[in-house]
C-alpha cells in the first residue's frame, strides 16, 4: 500500500513528508497524528485520511490503494463455453474479478444487446455481429479484435460411423443430420456452405434438423437424436483428439474461415475490469487454453 502524507493550507500542498503510514499512524499517541483525524474520503483508488496537526493547516494522508474486484457481464458464443469456463476461472483467480457468463448463439446474443442486454462485452462466433454492433453504438469503436478462428467438424456418437473423408455424407443413408440454425449461427452458415461446395445439400435437406445454437447441435447428436452433425472442434476436442465417438474435420476450403471477434460494449466502456478481461484473452495463458481446444489464432 503506497502513501504520500502532504500538508494542505487552503487547498495547496505546502509540505510534503515521505513518511509511512505504518510509522505515522501505526503508533498512536496521545497528540499524535492518529488522535487527530479530521476524516477520510476516497477518490477512485485513493483513499485520503485528513488529520489536524498543531497547525491550521490540515495534513492529507493519501492512501493508494489497488483496484477493488468487480463482476464483468459477458456474453459469449456457444460454441466457446468449454475454453471460456478454463479461462474465466484463470481470470477470477489471477484478478479476484467475478465474470458474469451467458452462452448462446451469436445471433441471439446480438438480439438481447440490441434490447437493453446489461453486458458489458461480447466474444462471437463471428467478426459480422461485432462490427455490426460497432456500427450501431452498442460497441466501443476500435475495441474489435479476433480471439480465436474456429473449426467445423462432422461428428457422431457412434465411434464407427463417420469416416476421415466424411465419405458418409456421400455414400449412405442417413436418419438425421444435426446443424445449428444458420440465421444465428456461424457454424450452422459454415455447415451449408460446405454441404454445397461438396454438392451434397440438396440430398441432405430433407433430414437436417436444427439446433438454435451449436450447444443445442452438439446436444442432438451426443444424445442419438441425430446421428451425426456439424459442430465445433472445441465441442468435441479433448487434449488434442477426439474425446468420443467419430469424426471428420471439414477442410477449410469447403467453408470460409470463422474467425470470431471480441468487442466492448458501450455498457463496459468505464469499467476496468471489462477491459482486463478483453486483454487477458491475449494474454499467453489464455491462448494456451484456445488452441488447446483446437481453435487457431489469428
Not at 493550507?9 to 513518511?19: A, H, I, Q, Y
Request: charged share 20%; hydrophobic share 45%.
Amino acid at each position: 500500500m503506497a502513501l504520500l502524507l502532504a500538508e494542505v493550507d487552503n487547498g495547496r500542498v505546502s509540505r510534503r513528508f515521505p513518511e509511512t503510514a505504518r510509522n505515522r499512524i501505526g503508533r498512536p499517541k496521545a497528540g499524535g497524528i492518529a488522535s487527530r483525524l479530521a476524516g477520510i474520503t476516497r477518490q477512485g483508488n485513493l483513499q485520503i485520511v485528513s488529520v489536524k496537526p498543531f497547525s491550521t493547516a490540515l495534513l492529507t494522508v493519501v492512501i493508494a490503494t489497488s483496484a477493488a474486484a468487480d463482476e464483468v457481464r459477458l456474453a459469449v458464443a456457444a460454441n466457446f463455453n468449454a475454453p471460456m469456463h478454463r479461462i474465466a476461472a484463470q481470470f477470477e483467480k489471477d484478478s479476484g474479478h467475478k465474470l458474469l457468463i451467458s452462452f448462446g448463439s451469436t445471433g441471439k446474443l446480438y438480439g438481447q444487446i440490441a434490447n437493453g442486454a446489461p453486458f458489458e462485452a461480447l466474444l462471437a462466433a463471428d467478426s459480422d455481429t461485432p462490427a455490426r454492433l460497432e456500427r450501431e453504438g452498442y460497441g466501443v469503436l476500435g475495441t474489435r479484435f479476433t480471439y480465436a478462428i474456429g473449426k467445423l467438424v462432422l461428428w457422431s456418437a457412434n465411434p464407427a460411423l463417420v469416416d476421415d473423408r466424411g465419405d458418409i455424407l456421400k455414400t449412405r443413408s442417413i436418419g438425421h443430420l444435426a446443424i445449428a440454425n444458420p440465421k444465428t449461427a456461424p457454424y450452422g452458415a459454415a455447415a451449408i456452405t460446405a454441404m454445397s461446395r461438396l454438392g451434397v445439400i440438396g440430398k441432405l435437406r430433407p433430414i437436417l434438423v436444427q439446433g438454435e445454437s451449436i450447444a443445442q447441435t452438439h446436444q442432438f447428436v451426443a444424445s442419438g437424436a441425430a446421428e451425426l452433425g456439424f459442430v465445433a472442434l472445441s465441442q468435441v476436442q479433448t487434449e488434442g483428439g477426439i474425446g468420443a465417438g467419430s469424426a471428420w474435420l471439414v477442410p477449410d476450403n469447403l467453408y470460409e474461415a470463422i474467425r470470431q471477434d471480441a468487442i466492448l460494449l458501450t455498457k463496459g466502456r468505464d469499467k476496468p475490469a471489462t477491459t482486463a478481461l478483453l486483454a487477458y484473452l491475449r494474454s499467453s495463458k489464455a491462448q494456451l487454453v484456445i488452441r488447446a481446444y483446437g481453435y487457431e489464432l489469428p
